[in-house]
């Protein structure tokens, strides 16, 4: 059995061979390993090249023009050979020389077209810890059709249970069969943060899926990473991409499925978009913070209002805290709201979000919630409000 492995590069010199030595010291070694440079101009290059010069399975692909990592992904895709694919990125590594060879193993005596397992987090200062705070499954989990994935996947995405590895969006933690990806056609969103969302979506649709409690990838967390960076001017149109492919996916295949959970794609467009707002508002100031309030709310009326209540979501999932907030937010759809009553809408949601995700600490919201309000009123009524506490000091 043939196995790609498909790593898109863009200046990663500093970790590069610590991600390449993880996979050519792989103890299976029916591998075809594909290095995409996507318009690297440090040294990436000619690490890939020395690497490839010594180990006739490396083949290294050259990007005229940058495609980000989705579009990098799909290049290495269209030109795998192997039967199964796994993702790496070029400043991760996998834990264990052993980690192919385990993961052929289980397709091939399951004949799964899905094996998903767990990952670690590797700090800057060398310490390991979970991915997610917690390693999920102490053994192996078997899905086909008498026993569906997607009750697990709802409870893991949901509900925070988690049973077993590798439900969230990554798509590092997942080995997957290569015919599966093209008879759904599936394709990374190019140019667009968090473009590995949309998998999700395909797990259900598996016939047969496996996990396992095994650690086998290694995610390095560092200050420059896509997750710590400045966000795009346009971020919330990546979430406009996004949500078009889960759509598309949700209309096209789960109509299938012998449930129809209406509310997926909507709660999957809640929980990421609410997460990443509370982590990018912290690099706004006043200004900014409230121009994505305003567009933040344009995108989840948009995706929302003609696609479901907030009585079809039920049961209310459990990692969305602020189901008063969301409850006004869906009730807002029939008014015809003021910039400053849309801005206090999406606070609401906010301020009482408290899901297991990493979040801003109370006084980190306290700051930048006064930064809007500022925005927001006049500054006369500003200066009263400052003078009358002063006052009662």
């Not at 406009?240 to 012998?258: E, G, N, V």
């Not at 982590?279 to 305003?294: A, C, N, S, Y």
């Amino acid at each position: 059995m043939l196995v790609s492995i498909i790593i898109p590069f863009y200046e990663v010199e500093l970790y590069f061979r610590n991600c390449l030595d993880s996979v050519v010291n792989q103890s299976y070694r029916n591998l075809e390993i594909i290095l995409v440079n996507d318009c690297s101009g440090d040294n990436s290059p000619s690490i890939a090249k020395e690497y490839a010069s010594s180990d006739q399975r490396i083949k290294i692909i050259e990007h005229t023009q940058s495609l980000h990592v989705g579009g990098a992904r799909n290049t290495g895709l269209g030109v795998a050979q192997g039967d199964y694919i796994w993702f790496i990125d070029s400043d991760d590594s996998i834990t264990s020389p052993y980690a192919v060879s385990h993961l052929v193993s289980i397709v091939e005596q399951y004949g799964a077209e899905i094996v998903l397992f767990n990952a670690q987090d590797v700090l800057e200062n060398g310490a390991v810890r979970p991915n997610g705070n917690r390693y999920c499954g102490s053994k192996i989990q078997i899905y086909n059709n008498e026993q569906p994935f997607y009750p697990a996947f709802r409870d893991a995405l949901f509900h925070n249970i988690c049973l077993g590895s590798g439900s969230g969006s990554e798509v590092w933690n997942k080995f997957i069969k290569h015919s599966f990806l093209k008879d759904y056609k599936f394709q990374f969103l190019e140019h667009t943060v968090h473009q590995d969302i949309p998998l999700l979506l395909l797990l259900p649709l598996a016939k047969k899926l496996i996990q396992i409690p095994e650690v086998y990838y290694n995610y390095h967390r560092r200050d420059t990473s896509i997750m710590r960076s400045e966000p795009p001017f346009d971020y919330m149109d990546h979430f406009k991409r996004i949500a078009d492919q889960l759509w598309w996916i949700y209309d096209t295949y789960w109509a299938r499925l012998d449930y129809d959970e209406k509310y997926v794609v909507p709660v999957l467009l809640m929980i990421h978009t609410s997460y990443n707002s509370k982590r990018i508002l912290q690099m706004m100031g006043g200004l900014e913070q409230r121009v994505w309030l305003q567009s933040w709310y344009s995108f989840l009326k948009n995706q929302l209002e003609h696609r479901i209540s907030f009585d079809n979501i039920t049961p209310w999932p459990s990692v969305i805290t602020s189901q008063d907030g969301w409850h006004n937010l869906f009730e807002s759809f029939n008014k015809n709201l003021s910039k400053n009553e849309v801005i206090i809408t999406m606070m609401n949601i906010l301020m009482g979000e408290n899901s297991g995700n990493p979040s801003p600490d109370i006084s980190s919201r306290k700051s930048y919630v006064k930064e809007i309000i500022k925005t927001i009123l006049p500054y006369g009524v500003v200066r009263y409000i400052q003078i009358w506490k002063q006052r009662g000091k």
